[in-house]
């Protein structure tokens, strides 16, 4: 076996498990589960319906890079987005259709690090753990960023000492970020960028959330755009990641691209042609309807607008809680006053409540500055709004009664 498999830590859900494992909950109260990021909104009925006029397409080997139709589409979905130049994408060479971003962003890492060089891969902390698991995998050492309330939730670039710089091969950031929902401005993304071209490395920005947002006027920015508006036309070292799961309720659909850099992406199809993960045609063929429209992705928003409205309006009276930039997380700092920690906070609210949430510090790790997880839980308003609400009470309830 790989000896590198020894060193992956066990997945967040995995210790949720554990830390529930013993714990029977009260039976006459209904299970809301609001720890996994998986979206419970209806899938758009005509991307349903197209999946299943383009079924005859599984008689077909699809190919790894895709069906050039739908690259077009993600071409133009990118260009409109995030405001490129006309001419910035080539759909032959900027664009690979992906099964998901987390599949994606766990081989790109085994796509682009040079193992021979000691290298570094930087991440954010809290994080998504792939992106530790990727670095591991592909034997880099894992440098984390520890995002905090004293940092606006990002990470601090100038932080990082010139000698991890140096051996920093790939920078992973999320924006909007997972757990938090802090948006990185296009300034910060611009200094990324610059950091860089400097020490030469390679930006995988995941943008899987960039399209859950609250003010229609200001949609969260992206790498791409920021690398446009610095006179960067050819994306250098810059890659993003997106995907259908968030923006259309399409989880299972496993719909994603990968966009940037030619000279990077034209290196990530070979390390896929080998790999192995072609998107069914008839995904392919769905997607493209989702990527052209919009309408649902502002109802989308609107819906998850609501629950945070109703959410943070039932839990304010007892909790400091505040909309996040984006996305759909409350990441909400337990009072210090209750004395419980955050996997305590978690395993009595399911116990006593039957909610289930993730504590932060399962998402993070321990540096020497702390666990910036550590006294946080990561709550996922996926639910409809009805149980939002009813957990939002619940939560209340357990709160006034400490």
């Known amino acids: 076996m790989n000896p590198d498999l020894n060193s992956l830590y066990p997945y967040p859900f995995e210790k949720l498990n554990a830390l529930k494992a013993d714990v029977t909950p009260q039976p006459e109260l209904n299970h809301i589960a609001l720890s ?23 008689e077909k080997y699809p190919l790894t890079k895709g069906l ?58 809290p994080f998504y753990q792939i ?30 000492p ?37 020490y030469d490395f390679v930006i995988a920005s995941d943008e899987c959330y960039s399209e859950i947002y609250f003010d229609e006027s200001h949609p969260p920015a992206g790498l791409l755009q920021a690398a446009i508006e610095m006179g960067l036309d050819s994306l250098q070292n810059c890659v993003v990641f997106h995907s259908l799961s968030k923006r259309s309720n399409l989880p299972g659909l496993r719909s994603g691209f990968v966009a940037g850099d030619a000279d990077i992406m034209e290196g990530f199809l070979k390390y896929r042609t080998y790999h192995g993960c072609a998107l069914p045609y008839h995904h392919q063929y769905a ?46 700092k337990i009072p210090p006053e209750i004395k419980q920690d955050d996997t305590v906070f978690a395993r009595n609210l399911f116990e006593q409540q039957n909610i289930t949430i993730l504590p932060g510090q399962f998402l993070s790790r321990d540096t020497q500055n702390g666990n910036p997880g550590t006294g946080f839980v990561r709550i996922a308003l996926v639910a409809p709004l009805d149980e939002c609400n009813e957990a939002a009470n619940r939560i209340k309830n357990y709160l006034q009664a400490l």
Not at 146 to 160: C, V
Not at 165 to 184: D, H
Not at 185 to 192: D, N
Not at 295 to 321: G, M
């Open 36 to 58: 996994i990021g998986e979206p419970k909104h209806p899938a758009p009925e005509f991307v349903s319906d197209e999946l299943s006029h383009q079924l005859s397409a599984v």
């Open 131 to 160: 992106y530790e698991g990727a670095a591991l995998l592909a034997g880099a050492e894992p440098y984390y960023l520890n995002t905090t309330a004293e940092n606006n939730f990002l990470p601090d670039l100038d932080s990082i």
């Open 162 to 198: 010139v000698e991890t710089l140096k051996r920093c091969q790939l920078l992973y950031l999320c924006t909007p970020g997972n757990p938090t929902g802090a948006v990185m401005s296009v300034e910060y993304l611009k200094h990324a960028i610059e950091l860089a071209q400097q």
């Open 68 to 125: 050039l139709p739908l690259r077009e589409t993600i071409a133009q979905w990118l260009t409109r987005r995030f405001q490129l130049n006309q001419n910035t994408l080539d759909a032959e060479k900027n664009i690979l259709p992906v099964n998901g971003t987390r599949e994606a962003l766990f081989a790109f890492a085994q796509s682009v690090i040079n193992r021979h060089e000691n290298p570094v891969v930087i991440m954010p902390n």
């Open 287 to 332: 997607s493209i309807k989702a990527w052209q429209d919009e309408e649902h992705v502002i109802s989308n928003r609107a819906q998850y607008k609501l629950k945070f409205e109703s959410v943070i309006k039932i839990l304010s009276p007892v909790i400091d809680v505040n909309l996040p930039d984006a996305a759909f997380y409350l990441w909400l």
